[in-house]
């Protein structure tokens, strides 16, 4: 097997996340101009823990597209595998936050520049030289991003990387419920790790609890399934061990990429404990707790600030957190 070059690499869709802050002299609403997308969250959180990381997708080759490549640039993210596509505008984000901080959230996105990733402009090199290798469920709304994205996913696979899924559905990206259940099972077949919440469990396996979901996704080929419950916490689990975790009772400010947070923590946790796909299978309850506990600190810093990407803490934060000081 090839040395690593990437911790982490991801593929997926980069976008501008704008989300409501505040009102204007006349009433209006104002929305500020966060980088986001659920991958390059993902790295963003990975990188300020120290870990290398390479994002793969594709922006418009626009202001915010700009934006988006220099973000990731200050964040040390690699981006020779980030296209711009004059031919196609960014991908945008509207997000309005309740009192609760939670969202709701209307796209720009018909189409966006990230749906259209083609095979031919996938870096190879970078997808078969990394640990794990992450993507999500938007990048197989349309085509030809769907097809580039389960080709590198193969790619990695078959280069002994670790397979990171996040199902991350959006009603509104999808033609139908029923295409993207189809979509999102197909894709669930090929992952090691997957993060999804409780409705995303229940969708990929058509069963009525995420208990019975997490144990039917673990009878196919994935070993360890981890379930993100908002402010209940998560609970994870492997065929031979199954912890739940309490969310930290923390002020909450932006709820916008806890989960991604949450996740980059978890697969640092992986990355550290330095899992084999066989080995992961075989993760016990003190080890899937420990993996969880890092990965809500990292969740609970992400909520008290607004924003996705930008939100993300580093591990002096997190360490601190975990330790009560």
């Not at 396996?205 to 419950?229: H, I, N, P």
């Not at 404990?273 to 003190?286: M, N």
């Amino acid at each position: 097997m090839k040395a690593s070059m990437f911790d982490v690499v991801a593929l997926g869709e980069l976008l501008i996340d704008f989300t409501q802050a505040g009102v204007s002299q006349n009433g209006m609403r104002l929305f500020e101009q966060n980088p986001g997308g659920a991958p390059a969250n993902v790295l963003t959180a990975l990188a300020n823990l120290g870990c290398r990381t390479a994002f793969i997708g594709k922006v418009g080759a626009d202001m915010h597209g700009d934006f988006l490549r220099e973000t990731l640039h200050s964040k040390h993210i690699d981006t020779r595998g980030l296209v711009s596509d004059a031919a196609a505008f960014t991908t945008l984000a509207f997000v309005s936050l309740n009192a609760a901080g939670e969202r709701s959230f209307a796209f720009a996105r018909k189409p966006g520049a990230d749906t259209y990733l083609r095979t031919e402009e996938l870096p190879s090199d970078i997808i078969e030289r990394c640990t794990i290798f992450h993507f999500g469920s938007l990048s197989l709304t349309d085509e030809p991003a769907r097809q580039a994205t389960l080709e590198a996913v193969v790619c990695a696979r078959r280069s002994g990387a670790l397979i990171s899924y996040d199902p991350n559905y959006r009603a509104q990206l999808w033609r139908s419920e029923g295409e993207a259940a189809r979509m999102i099972r197909s894709a669930a077949v090929h992952a090691d790790l997957i993060k999804a919440s409780e409705e995303e469990v229940m969708l990929l396996t058509g069963m009525d609890t995420y208990k019975k979901g997490a144990k039917k996704l673990l009878e196919q080929r994935c070993s360890c399934v981890v379930v993100t419950r908002g402010g209940e916490g998560a609970a994870a689990y492997t065929a031979r061990g199954s912890v739940s975790v309490p969310a930290h009772q923390v002020p909450v400010i932006d709820t916008t990429g806890a989960g991604d947070a949450f996740w980059g923590g978890f697969l640092f946790q992986i990355l550290t404990h330095g899992f084999t796909r066989s080995a992961l299978k075989d993760a016990d309850d003190h080890v899937l707790g420990v993996c969880a506990a890092f990965a809500g600190a990292v969740a609970a810093l992400c909520i008290q600030k607004h924003g996705g990407l930008p939100a993300m803490p580093y591990l002096d934060e997190v360490t601190r957190l975990l330790a009560g000081t």
